[in-house]
Nanobody, 115 residues
Framework: QVQLVESGGGLAQAGGSLRLACQTS????????MGWYRQAPGKQRELVAT???????SYADSVKGRFAISRDNAGNTVYLQMTSLKPEDTAVYYC?????????WGQGTQVTVSS
């Protein structure tokens, strides 16, 4: 089990930016991948972005060109830089770690984008 703690959520205006951080108890270099998911009220949790231990990234079509996932050099923190925010980005954002098919989740951080 990997312990994950998210931070950085909050309120932003449409067109603004926020950066989320996920601190992990285990370096990403020892994991298969880490990612960010989000869940809006009344909707299913959806994948936003992933980064592998090798540094490959992938994004949901809805955030491509606006969000960027990255990690620090030590691999203990994963970031999600969110720009050009839209009201539809409003959701609880969850950090995820995958190790041999086993998923661990953070507690979530609320992101609210006002129009």
């Amino acid at each position: 089990q990997v312990q994950l703690v998210e931070s950085g959520g909050g309120l932003a205006q449409a067109g603004g930016s926020l950066r989320l951080a996920c601190q992990t108890s285990r370096s990403i270099f020892t994991l298969n991948a880490m990612g960010w998911y989000r869940q809006a009220p009344g909707k299913q949790r959806e994948l936003v972005a992933t980064i592998t231990s090798g540094g490959s990234t992938s994004y949901a079509d809805s955030v491509k060109g606006r969000f960027a996932i990255s990690r620090d050099n030590a691999g203990n923190t994963v970031y999600l830089q969110m720009t050009s925010l839209k009201p539809e980005d409003t959701a609880v954002y969850y950090c995820n770690a995958n190790l041999y098919g086993i998923n661990s989740w953070g507690q979530g951080t609320q992101v609210t984008v006002s129009s």
